[in-house]
Structure formats: structure tokens, C-alpha cells
């Protein structure tokens, strides 16, 4: 009796294990445990649901993952993603260089265009300027990488502004207008905050922003915010030429390109693409 028992229970651990994914498919589904979490399944029905598998074999793969930390569970909340993905996602986000990343679609940008194509993020009351591709028609613009601006001057710094209130506008406008003062001479008459303020509520219902010659004379622009996992803006992107290039028309007509440039970079970063689009005005 013994010896049937032993093998009766053999068999069933051989079962078990037959039934159970292995390989490349346990990876697969593990992941897709992990996605169906995130999109809001909270118990084994959910999970097995959205995946196509049995309760059995949804139960092993949620406990290892639970094992790890990729995922917690409770009795009142259920399953939810756990602190291994945040450790991992923190790691990811450090790792990850902002001018690598966006090169590809600059230079995508960059031969779509022909015009100069710049990369800036924010550092205290400036734009800095993180890589820059010149233009193929000839044209030399004062911007460097390494190089800092008013960040209310210029189309990068505009877009970069979009995610602020206008407290933050106006104070940043308060010091642009100082620094042109001081170092812009040759710019066009500077717009009153009034003037501003009413410019940027448009460009944050679009999702972009335009240089008309606030920063350069006679340089024009069309920029355009990327964001990261957390939909925060951590940076610009922008097309820039000289005025008899750059008119209105053709302004409006750049701002999808910009936009869709942007996104890419702002998907590279973890940003949601269907949140990023929505922000970007939804083009």
C-alpha cells in the first residue's frame, strides 16, 4: 500500500509539474501577471481572465511574484504592484541618459526639418542647452550645448514652462524681462505679462510653444515638452530657423512633427504615450 501511495503521489507532482509553464512561456506569463495588475486585475479571477489560464496556474505565478517583491498582496486590497518594480524602476530612470536617448529622434527631426534642432532641460531660473544639430541652410544661432538662457525667452524654455502655474510664469517672466533688458539688445519690444500670461494658456492647450523672436532677433522656433514616468516635464525639444524660413504657416504646420518627436523621447522615459498625447494638445 505504501509503495502505491508513493507512486500515486509521484504522479501527481509529475502532473503538476507537466501542467505547469516552463521556459520562456512561465516568463511570458509571469510579465502578463504583472501587466494585468497594473491595469487594475486585483484577485486570481481577474488575472486568470485577462490572461487565458487556469486558477491553479495563475496562483503559482502571482506567488512567485509576490516571493520577489514584484508584487504585494493583501486581504483588502488584493494584489498590487510591489516593491521590487519600484526599486528596479528608480535603477532604470538613473541609468538612463537623456541625451542617448532623444539623439535618434533629433536626428530624425533633424532631416525632416532641415532647420537646427535643440535638446534643454531646466536648471534653476534658465534653460540649458544638452545637445544641439545645426541646420543645413547656413544659419548660425548664438545657442551652445552647455549654454544657458532666460528660460521665459525661448521656445525650449516655454515648453518647459507648461507644466507650471502662472505664479512660476510670472515670476520667471519677471526675471526674462530683466535679463533682456540687460543682455538682449536688438530683440523686438518684449510683450506686457498680461500679453504673456494669455500666450501661455494657449500654448498649454495645445501642447507646444513658439519662439517669435523673443530671444534672437529674427530666430524663430517650435518647441515642444517631454515628460517622464511620473507625466512630469523634464525636458524640451525644439526646431529653429531664421524668420523668412519660419512663418506662421509653417509654424503651425511643424508643431505635430515636434510633438510626435517628443513623445517618442517622452515613451523612452516610461511617460505613458496615450497621457503624453493628451498633454500634447492630443495630436
Request: proline content about 4%; overall charge neutral; hydrophobic content about 40%.
Given at each position: ?12 507532482h ?15 506569463r509571469?510579465?502578463a501577471v ?17 490572461l ?8 503559482r ?29 528608480f ?16 536626428e ?16 534653476g531660473?534658465?534653460v ?21 538662457m532666460?528660460i521665459?525667452t ?27 533688458a ?13 500679453e ?9 492647450k495645445?501642447?507646444?510653444?513658439f ?17 517622464d ?13 531664421t ?12 508643431i ?11 515613451s ?6 496615450e ?9
Amino acid at each position: 500500500m505504501r509503495k502505491l501511495q508513493d507512486s500515486a503521489e509521484s504522479h501527481g507532482h509529475a502532473g503538476e509539474q507537466a501542467a505547469a509553464p516552463t521556459g520562456t512561456q512561465t516568463l511570458t506569463r509571469g510579465l502578463a501577471v504583472l501587466q494585468a495588475v497594473a491595469g487594475g486585475a486585483r484577485d486570481l479571477k481577474q488575472i486568470a481572465q485577462m490572461l487565458g489560464t487556469t486558477r491553479s496556474t495563475t496562483h503559482r505565478l502571482a506567488n512567485c511574484l509576490v516571493q520577489e517583491r514584484y508584487l504585494r498582496f493583501t486581504p483588502n486590497a488584493g494584489y498590487v504592484l510591489g516593491p521590487k518594480l519600484i526599486e528596479l524602476g528608480f535603477q532604470a530612470r538613473e541609468e538612463v541618459s537623456l541625451s542617448i536617448v532623444a539623439r535618434p529622434y533629433l536626428e530624425r527631426l533633424a532631416e525632416q526639418s532641415g532647420d537646427t534642432i535643440h535638446l534643454a532641460l531646466q536648471d534653476g531660473d534658465d534653460v540649458l542647452y544638452l545637445d544641439k544639430i545645426p541646420g543645413k541652410k547656413g544659419l548660425e544661432m548664438r545657442s551652445r550645448v552647455g549654454h544657458r538662457m532666460p528660460i521665459a525667452t525661448t521656445g525650449v524654455g516655454k515648453a518647459l514652462m507648461l507644466g507650471m502655474d502662472e505664479e512660476e510664469w510670472k515670476s520667471l517672466y519677471q526675471k526674462r524681462s530683466t535679463a533682456a533688458a540687460n543682455h538682449a539688445a536688438g530683440l523686438l519690444p518684449k510683450r506686457s505679462w498680461t500679453e504673456f500670461r494669455d500666450q501661455m494658456r494657449e500654448y498649454v492647450k495645445g501642447g507646444y510653444a513658439f519662439d517669435l523672436e523673443d530671444n534672437e532677433p529674427s530666430i524663430r522656433c517650435v518647441a515642444a515638452p517631454i515628460y517622464d514616468a511620473t507625466h512630469a516635464i523634464v525636458a524640451a525639444i525644439s526646431v529653429s530657423s531664421t524668420l523668412p524660413y519660419m512663418p506662421l504657416e509653417r509654424m503651425q504646420s511643424l508643431i505635430a512633427v515636434v510633438q510626435a518627436a517628443a513623445a517618442g523621447i517622452s515613451s523612452e522615459l516610461g511617460a505613458n504615450q496615450e497621457a503624453s498625447q493628451e498633454a500634447s494638445g492630443g495630436s
